[in-house]
């Protein structure tokens, strides 16, 4: 790093302080560094509240009071079974808006994300259903046209030197050429490919072009959709669930003896982590949080967890003459998909770099950080993301049908964001949030659907809450510009 970065990163200046990654959200103390107990973390805690950094916290509430509302309305909402649906019916949101989260911390705004997550998931559904070959399935003209755009995409990637990226559409270009994608898996590493792609496309036209990403999301959200038809053809849909490796995603469940092993190793993994830096930050006589808050965090997120792990491995047929028990497979993978992009972004100089650009753009482009390539990279994440997403999708619908993506997935995954406490002005926002978010979105149809209620009042519900979070984003931000 060069000394002009740690200037940037590390400087009490006014365009550094702009520029650093903003204070943790309010409802986790991690940036409470010069508290010695619980107590003072959480009078700090209050302080950065009052001071309008309220984060995560109005969202958590909100899930609380949904909760509440839902389970008093109807107590089938806290039932096994409901329990399951519920967390089933908000990963796909999880991971749209966990992706969503990178464009929106540098002020940017994606509106492709769920037609992009279509083209993904169609992708993968033609190649399994064709074995492998995409030609057969789409014709020569379009199979050559899909594979100049991949070229494209891989040279953008080479010219701004975004290895990963051009390792993984590499590699996209590799299975689709060898029918390699007839395989699941190797397929649905295709879907992701596409939307590595799709994202490369978008921030090159974005971050090298200069076109707004307002502009430039729209028109591909449209344009998207007319891909997803002339890629389904005269068929409704393209179906999945033939497939067991995709459909068992959203449908299947580990074993309880599974599910109870990975809980046990995530939780120790997490504990020995957390507390063995709080501990090591103590003995070089570093700041940092309170030992005893550590630990108390760490039992209250094994309790929590734990209590999750118990109701989903009960048996919560229907029938009594059949079992369904187990965590269901997408939310291990909801959890390591979290896990890395929290690691990536509090951990990682790249992290410290998509704040400081999102904080104060000019700051970090005299601090020597290659603003137009965090700005291309953050798209490329966001439309990988909609690929995943669009796996999850097609796992959980059984199939691609023409309409996939093109309703409210993509305001859903930038309300998602928002509900869960990421500025819509750059800068601020935690990937917790998108987790957190998407609970929110996909509680409201959950409750309103057992209630008996039509789409007319989720629709009207959701973008109550999604004006809420921005009417709050919009005052704590101000409130925070006014306390300095």
Request: hydrophobic letters at 50%.
């Amino acid at each position: 790093m060069t000394d002009s970065e740690k200037d940037l990163l590390t400087s009490g200046s006014t365009n550094a302080t702009a520029a650093t990654p903003p204070t943790v959200a309010a409802s986790d103390f991690a940036n409470d560094v010069g508290a010695k107990n619980i107590g003072e973390a959480f009078r700090n805690y209050q302080q950065k509240v009052r001071g309008g950094d309220v984060g995560a916290l109005p969202a958590v509430v909100g899930v609380l009071v949904l909760v509440a509302i839902f389970y008093t309305a109807n107590n089938l909402f806290l039932s096994k079974a409901n329990f399951a649906n519920f967390l089933t019916q908000a990963a796909p949101y999880a991971i749209l808006a966990m992706g969503t989260i990178f464009v929106l911390l540098l002020g940017e705004i994606d509106l492709s994300i769920g037609t992009a997550s279509g083209v993904a998931a169609v992708t993968m559904a033609l190649a399994l259903n064709h074995k492998g070959d995409l030609n057969a399935a789409l014709g020569t003209t379009t199979y050559v046209v899909f594979l100049a755009f991949f070229v494209l995409a891989a040279g953008i990637a080479t010219f701004y030197r975004l290895w990963i990226p051009l390792a993984i559409i590499l590699a996209g270009i590799i299975c689709i050429v060898t029918k390699l994608d007839q395989y699941q898996l190797l397929a649905m590493f295709v879907a992701i490919a596409v939307g590595v792609s799709i994202g490369t496309t978008i921030g090159f036209l974005v971050a090298h072009i200069g076109i707004p990403s307002f502009i430039v999301t729209l028109a591909l959200f449209l344009a998207f959709q007319g891909v997803l038809l002339k890629f389904i053809g005269a068929s409704n849909a393209i179906p999945t669930r033939q497939f067991n490796l995709v459909n068992n995603i959203e449908n299947g469940n580990m074993t309880i003896g599974l599910s109870w092993t990975l809980w046990a190793i995530s939780m120790a993994l997490y504990a020995a982590f957390t507390i063995g830096r709080s501990v090591s930050k103590r003995r070089a006589k570093l700041t940092g949080e309170p030992l005893d808050l550590v630990i108390l965090r760490a039992v209250l997120i094994t309790v929590t967890t734990g209590l999750a792990v118990y109701v989903l491995n009960q048996n919560r047929a229907r029938s009594v003459f059949a079992t369904l028990e187990g965590v269901p497979w997408v939310i291990p993978i909801v959890a390591v998909v979290f896990v890395l992009w929290t690691l990536v972004t509090t951990k990682t100089r790249y992290g410290r770099y998509i704040y400081a650009t999102g904080g104060n753009t000019e700051a970090a482009r005299r601090a020597g950080i290659d603003v137009r390539r965090i700005r291309l990279s953050v798209f490329i994440i966001a439309s990988g993301m909609a690929g995943l997403a669009g796996i999850i999708g097609a796992s959980k619908q059984g199939g691609v049908p023409s309409d996939f993506g093109a309703h409210t997935d993509q305001l859903y995954a930038v309300g998602a964001a928002v509900i869960g406490g990421t500025s819509l002005f750059g800068g601020r926002g935690k990937i917790r949030d998108g987790i957190i978010g998407a609970l929110v979105i996909a509680m409201i149809p959950n409750g309103l659907g057992l209630k008996g209620l039509g789409p007319e009042y989720e629709y009207m519900i959701t973008g109550g809450f999604l004006l809420l979070a921005a009417s709050v984003d919009a005052l704590s931000r101000r409130r925070a510009t006014a306390a300095r």
